[in-house]
């Protein structure tokens, strides 16, 4: 086998590769590191403007990129399941997300800082792996690793935001990696162990008092510690009972964003000042409220509308006035006397609060401007497990019950499971955050029961944004129902763009300026199947053919073998850029247009295959778990008769309000 | 489709089955319950019965079923990867296993219970999936979903005898699963967080000092609970190179253990009066060896020879007569006061414990009785630990570096990673066995560099035994990497046993008798794949066939459409069982052998296939991907060449050591 094939081969194969393991764990390591100084910036600065001051500047930073708004994980998601989305992971995009983000939060919006570090981790993560470096570390060019890197990276930045290694880890599997096997999690593992031990040894310095190089248990977590938590066995019927509101809260919360979401597409669209106007009046109307209800409360409740600071307030009314991070870190660990229940009032103003809650971060989720969502869920369910833990004090008496905090805890992550459907991962970012290790258990069943009583209703955001407003074709774990009755035949596209074998340069590039599918069957003999070709490939092959005269007479006998272009001219430098079709077109001369190619030495004849009167199922499997895009559908008797892509996974499911895909896309 | 294809077809697709989750889930809470019921039986027993009284009977335990020897974790991993051994999962191995597990606990042995436990669990899962339940729940029947009961009942048995519900899980990921997917996840959890609920619920109470009830973070955790802990920076290269001897150590251990086995294997045997009496010697001399070091240590510093009770012993000296989860806690937390310093007599019997642990657990592992493996590694580990803290306690000083304790507890860490190579759930065990959320950094960085030392010298312990002794064709995570270069056709077997679609009974019954393969390639006009059928099926066919006239006349046009077995018939009511082909051939007359069958209604479609040409490392993919046991070899113009099975993949990776198989095995 020629080197040139065995080029070719190798890099379409994607399981063929086993790069220098050491290599990639260096990789990873300085991944983790640039995340954490990201990260880092993002923190301090966040943590020294004050609340209120930037209420339109947003705006600004979202013009740049509009996938910069957000949380990211959808398009992460999407990313890490195989389907790519223009920018997803550009340097702009990153440097719009990761500004865009100080001053979203800065002006009081009820948005997390950690949705958009894990896109902004990610995005180190696919910058990284683009890198020169990969002079040295070929390996590293091939697609599917560098999808590993864009796990660890967003890896990497959960790690960093909650300073939750394991729960990160869980999170890249759950949510995104659908290719997963050891070597990944590995990977993974030391990503976030790395972002984790990065910002342990800055924040504990800066923010818990301790010395610079001393870590261990003392390390602040990020939503405070809990000592000791005891409850009760019938508590845990509460809990779940929790469980099953906020998966109701969640599927709710879902639909309101759905309908906004598409009033929005229609009426005010991705960009331009409609969008931006938008993104100032919300933040004014959801400041404004902020900063007047508890003044108000307080001239309700008889006292006089004077200057008042913030630790004038009583516990319920600063909260108003707190951001996401300390009012959490408020409802879990305020502990008011054994002997003190709180009064009606301030037991609805907590009430109020974690509507108002619920109703702007729903509003706020799908703005122009980069927000998470992670922050404003737990804060919305911390609120409402702390009006269930007061409520059930005030009825049962103090300590009978577990501590209002620990209810606030169990709301929390009732909530965040209700809507965006994560659960394992959830429940060990909560572990991790509070410090807590034991109380495991009643987390984990209360983000199931959540997760269940959600999906009976709808999806969870993050996949409703990618399925049902996007329309991005992504793989769920297991094909729909109806695959099992459903045939390939039934869904395949019949209509396909073939190359052969050896065929006219002009033929062939026709065939790439009608369609934009990056893939291409192989035929020999007009029937049979030879194997399959990447666009990429084909074009550089034109380009470069006549100077290595790869091209053949129009007539007469082929050589044998025949003329390929040497290894050095196809290893391509960067991963993606292979050289357009313009520039193609351009270098090719009227008479080479008569010319013969033999694209056999190029061909992958690694791919898989599948029959038509396969099940639907079994080719979803394939699909999922080799990360396939397309898949050539092959007769018992080894002819072709068409090709299956993802889109037609998903239209076969038959999703709900789809709309009819264009050919373009295959 | 009538309703017999349907039923073959859906059966023998693994992922066209969607059974209904709530049952699932159902029975995974049964089976936690059954499990934790076991575990808190032989916590208890193992707890009474006091060390040394019963040297002898667990070899008596043994010769029930020689499979109950052993830890366990290496048969239910073979399962878990595709490969059934007989009687893995068999009520009479559990019952050997369950009762032999606490003589060989009591009798003094360094062994863990968890192993067993572990194994128990899997065949407490195994038989739920068998239960009479099924006829209700059939999709239960189906074998991808027996093995997810199976990781189940393993996930359930770590996670009570930890209490260490996420470490459980992703040890089942790490060491189990190769077909994971976040449905199996949540199965899963559902299951070690029950287990783990369950042995809270009870042994808080029994243990913890706690009222009946009453959950939360005071139950009491397996290996005592550790405070806070600070250490410095520089303390985490010592943590490293405590990685690096934990993985050297380790690597000795499997080789040292893997020429005993060799040896034991040829001058032994697997069962009979030797391995009967070997293991009563061993028991005599480590019994003795534990009993007498600390009276003549005491003897030697010049203490009488007279009768001593334990509690008048030093805390070096009580080690040795203590058993393995106390001892591991006094190693962990037994704090010396601030200004005593270990004098060197009792730093040099600290040592000799640790090497005469680390001895005898390499002799113990592979004797005829039940053993873990967990436990007396995490022991030895964690003296050898002590040992380090202490020595550098003593160089520097108390107070200038961490806790001994805490020195105990990384080289225990990194002991068990070196021996067993579990990396990731390890350290999430480790963590919650403990109580400590937030010193998961130094022990994952410990686990993941101890791993990669033991790595470059040898294999695990677990799949030394099951490679390299037991000769099991598991598949790892990634191909070998000469694989890129082998292609299918220099592996395949071309003596096939095929089937045509429409073949005479006698003929059937000939290639059913002439091979033992468990699956056919059926063959449409002799030339072409027209899918492949199962054994069992086949049996099932001939058994049944005559009774529903599914037999043809020997000539003439078969009927259209081919006469079936309804689905009732077809139904059949334990998975694997079958027909025997012994009764297949009583129940056929002379009269049959002559008449033909048309096998196209029952054929599975769904199949995969492979090309001659294609690399073996992507049909290395599909195998580990998909769970694959055979795969057919399909020319590009559809013509059958080969077939491609588990053990080819193996033997293609050029294993050192490994024998020829036999034909049998396919």
Redesign the interface.
């Known amino acids: 086998m020629s080197r040139a094939i065995r080029c070719v081969?190798?890099s379409s194969?994607?399981?063929?590769?086993?790069p220098a393991q050491v290599h990639s764990l260096v990789i990873v390591v300085v991944v983790a590191v640039v995340v954490i100084v990201v990260v880092i910036v993002v923190v301090v600065v966040d943590a020294s403007i004050p609340s209120g001051v930037a209420p339109c500047s947003e705006a600004l930073a979202h013009s740049a990129q509009v996938l910069a708004a957000g949380s990211g994980i959808p398009e992460i998601k999407c990313y890490l399941n195989g389907v790519k989305l223009p920018k997803v992971v550009g340097f702009r995009t990153w440097i719009a997300k990761a500004v865009g983000i100080v001053f979203s939060v800065a002006a009081g919006l009820p948005c997390g800082k950690e949705g958009p570090m894990i896109h902004s981790g990610a995005i180190v993560g696919a910058m990284v792996s683009h890198l020169n470096l990969q002079k040295r570390l070929r390996a590293l060019c091939v697609e599917v690793e560098m999808r590993d890197f864009v796990a660890a990276g967003a890896c990497a930045g959960v790690s960093a935001a909650f300073g939750a290694?394991?729960g990160a880890?869980l999170f890249a599997?759950?949510e995104g990696a659908s290719h997963?096997?050891?070597?990944v999690?590995?990977q993974l593992?030391?990503a976030s162990?790395t972002a984790?031990?990065c910002s342990?040894?800055v924040l504990g310095p800066l923010f818990g008092g301790?010395q610079f190089?001393?870590?261990?248990?003392?390390?602040p977590?990020s939503f405070g510690r809990?000592?000791?938590?005891?409850?009760?066995?019938?508590e845990?019927l509460i809990f779940m009972l929790m469980g099953v509101c906020g998966g109701l809260l969640g599927a709710l919360f879902n639909e309101m964003n759905r309908r906004l979401c598409l009033w929005r597409s229609r009426h005010i669209g991705p960009r331009g000042w409609r969008r931006f106007l938008e993104a100032l009046g919300v933040t004014f109307v959801i400041a404004s409220c902020r900063f007047l209800v508890p003044i108000f409360w307080r001239a309700a409740a008889g006292h006089h509308l004077q200057a008042t600071r913030i630790d004038e307030l009583g516990p319920m009314e600063k909260l108003w006035w707190e951001m996401g991070q300390p009012a959490i870190k408020q409802l879990f660990h305020a502990e008011v006397e054994p002997e003190h229940v709180l009064s009606h009032h301030e037991l609805l103003l907590l009430l109020l609060y974690a509507i108002a809650n619920y109703v702007f971060s729903c509003w706020t989720y799908g703005l122009g401007v980069p927000s998470g969502l992670f922050v404003p869920s737990l804060l919305t369910g911390a609120a409402f497990g702390r009006f269930v833990g007061e409520l059930l004090a005030m009825l049962f008496g103090r300590g009978s019950t577990?501590p209002p905090g620990v209810y606030a805890l169990v709301g929390a992550a009732a909530m965040l499971a209700g809507t965006a459907r994560i659960?394992?991962s959830l429940a060990?970012i909560v572990?991790?955050a509070t410090?807590?290790?034991?109380?495991?258990?009643?987390i984990?069943?209360t983000v199931?029961i959540a997760k269940w009583t959600g999906d009976y209703f709808n999806r969870g955001i993050y996949d409703l944004h990618i399925i049902e407003l996007k329309h991005v074709p992504i793989l769920g774990?297991?094909?729909e129902?109806d695959?099992?009755r459903l045939k390939v035949e039934d869904v395949m596209a019949s209509s396909l763009v073939v190359l052969e074998a050896v065929e006219t340069v002009g033929s062939i590039l026709t065939k790439l300026e009608s369609c934009s599918h990056q893939g291409f069957p192989v035929m020999?003999d007009y029937r049979?199947?030879?194997g399959t070709i990447q666009r990429g490939i084909v074009h550089l092959i034109l380009l470069r053919g006549a100077k290595y005269h790869v091209f053949q007479p129009a007539t007469g006998l082929l050589s044998s073998p025949p003329p390929i272009i040497p290894y050095e001219a196809m290893a391509w430098r960067r991963i993606n850029k292979f050289p357009d079709i313009k520039d193609v077109q351009r270098s090719l001369t009227r008479e080479d247009y008569g010319l013969r190619i033999d694209l056999r030495p190029y061909v992958n004849?690694?791919?898989?295959?599948?029959?038509p009167?396969?099940?639907m199922?079994?080719c979803?499997?394939?699909f999922r778990?080799?990360g396939l895009r397309h898949l050539p559908v092959?007769?018992?008797?080894?002819t072709v008769c068409g090709i299956i892509t993802r889109k037609d996974l998903i239209l076969s499911g038959g999703l709900p309000g789809f709309p009819a895909i264009s050919d373009s896309g295959r």
């Open positions: 081969t190798q194969c994607q399981c063929a590769c086993k290694p394991i880890v599997v759950e997963m096997n050891p070597k999690l590995t593992f030391v162990a984790t031990f342990r040894l301790i190089g001393e870590l261990g248990t003392l390390v977590v809990y000592d000791e938590i005891v409850f009760r066995l019938r845990m577990a659960t394992i060990m572990i991790e410090g807590i290790g034991s109380f495991g258990l009643p984990f069943a199931m774990e297991e094909p129902h695959m099992v020999a049979l199947l030879e004849r690694n791919g898989y295959t599948v029959r009167d396969a099940s199922a079994s979803y499997s394939l778990h080799l092959v007769r018992q008797d080894g």
